[in-house]
């Protein structure tokens, strides 16, 4: 996964198999002259999603890796100009299907369906 801001900065964020059997996440910085920063551990967990504004403050979410029938939980994280990662926001405890988005401000939204009956659609919105 992959996103850049207006300047050409990205952040790139792939999962690898541990040894444990559990999923692994981690991030890297690549500066728009390509320059590549260090690579970073995230944590546990699957299915990501990152997106920036055009300042290059960013915002990702991170589910923890379940069997796919049971809920999922789904966690963002801040990532500031300098790739720095911000702590664990829980956002739920139950959800999949999850993207995020940006304003070219800095506004972000998360958006995911429930994993249990009915099944409804939640967001989050904020900077």
């Not at 198999?17 to 970073?40: E, K, M, W």
């Not at 995230?42 to 379940?66: E, I, K, P, S, Y």
């Not at 405890?93 to 998360?110: C, E, K, M, Q, Y």
Request: glycine residues 12%; aromatic residues 10%.
């Amino acid at each position: 996964m992959v996103a850049s801001d207006f300047a050409g900065d990205s952040m790139a964020l792939w999962t690898q198999n541990g040894s444990s059997g559990r999923t692994l996440v981690f991030g890297r910085d690549i500066s728009a002259t390509g320059t590549l920063g260090p690579i970073t551990y995230l944590g546990v967990g699957a299915r990501l999603a990152v997106t920036f504004d055009d300042n290059g403050d960013g915002a990702r979410r991170l589910a923890v890796a379940r069997p796919y029938h049971r809920p999922q939980r789904r966690l963002r994280r801040r990532i500031s100009r300098s790739g720095g990662f911000g702590p664990k926001t829980p956002l739920s405890s139950n959800g999949l299907r999850a993207d995020i988005a940006s304003t070219p401000w800095g506004h972000f939204a998360v958006i995911w369906q429930q994993s249990t009956a009915p099944w409804p659609v939640q967001a989050r919105f904020g900077p």
